[in-house]
């Protein structure tokens, strides 16, 4: 049973915390919170709030360490855990993963990492993704924290797809309520000339599901516009050249600048964003700079989608709800 002391301490914690809107659309930054301390109930209850509402939600100077990360993220939900990671990622926290594997990747394939990335990333809408978006399963949400970042450049850039759904004309809307597409890891990735050892990879790890369009979120009960440029190239049920034109429409829909929000990172900053409403950009203008960019992130457990008409969303190879 809660005391009078109780109620009122945890009263206090909530008054001492403040949701401020940075965009019209989407993001607020929430002050007043220590995320390392004993969060009380209505504190996380305020923070939920606000990353349902404004989709993704800023903290700055946080002293969260590997565990304190967890330990936050299970107040929302249950971590995921990854079955690989990188030599980055710390080891004793399965939970958490290193942005900085990321670097690993095209070496690991005879690629330095900027022709890696040009070659998944050939158009402006390309790296534009929600997180593991090909699973059956993407994560409800994702918690990044700042360890190292450059003195400039690394911003990273976020869009509100209930918005951007909820922008399009009302004919529309309705058009693309009833379709589907494939969402699949590597599609567009533009392979070496020769022998490409990336590619083999890709074909021999390939994930990918179908899953509506428009999306209802299960919280919110809002229509999603669920698409994004990195795992999205087929609408189903249409011609290649008609999905081509539409997810050209619906993508540069998406990410319109009214809709979006930018955050500059500092150590010590954390941000939470709901997987399943939001893409995000990750940054491409700080590699040639050689600072260090040095960021943790914890995602969670998430829903399989379903569409408007409640039909669910379906796997198609190399993904099972509940399984990393």
């Known amino acids: 049973m809660t005391t009078d002391r109780g109620t009122a301490e945890q009263a206090k914690h909530v008054a001492e915390a403040e949701v401020r809107p940075v965009a019209g659309h989407i993001g607020a930054e929430i002050t007043g919170v220590d995320l390392a301390g004993n969060l009380d ?21 946080q002293r969260l360490d590997h565990a304190g990360h967890i330990a936050f993220a299970r107040r929302f939900g249950e971590p995921v855990v990854l079955g690989r990671r990188g030599s980055a990622s710390p080891a004793g926290f399965p939970e958490v993963e290193t942005t900085a594997d990321r670097l690993e990747l095209g070496g690991r394939f005879g690629m330095e990492h900027e022709e890696w990335l040009q070659r998944r990333r050939h158009t402006l809408l390309r790296g534009w993704h929600c997180d593991h978006g090909a699973r059956i399963d993407p994560p409800a949400a994702t918690i990044l924290r700042a360890e190292t970042v450059p003195p400039y450049g690394g911003d990273t850039t976020w869009a ?3 918005a951007a759904y909820a922008g399009l004309s009302a004919p529309v809307r309705a058009f693309v309520d009833g379709l589907r597409a494939e969402h699949r890891l590597g599609v567009g990735y533009q392979p070496r000339p020769g022998d490409d050892s990336y590619l083999r990879h890709l074909l021999g790890h390939q994930v990918a599901s179908v899953h509506p369009l428009v999306r209802v979120h299960p919280e919110t009960g809002e229509r999603v516009l669920y698409a994004n440029g990195y795992y999205v190239e087929q609408i189903t049920d249409v011609s290649r050249p008609e999905s081509a034109a539409l997810l050209e429409m619906l993508l540069e829909q998406a990410v319109r600048p009214e809709y979006t929000v930018r955050f500059r990172w500092e150590p010590g900053s954390v941000a939470f964003w709901d997987n399943r409403a939001t893409i995000h950009l990750a940054p491409s203008d700080n590699a040639h700079l050689g600072f260090p960019r040095v960021m943790h992130r914890v995602m969670l457990h998430g829903e399989v989608p379903v569409g408007v008409d409640g039909r669910p ?12």
């Open 313 to 324: 969303s379906e796997p198609v190879t190399g993904t099972e709800a509940g399984r990393w």
């Open 41 to 61: 109930d209505g504190v996380v209850a305020l923070i939920r709030e606000a990353v349902l509402r404004w989709k993704v939600v800023f903290f700055r100077e």
């Open 160 to 162: 509100n797809l209930a």
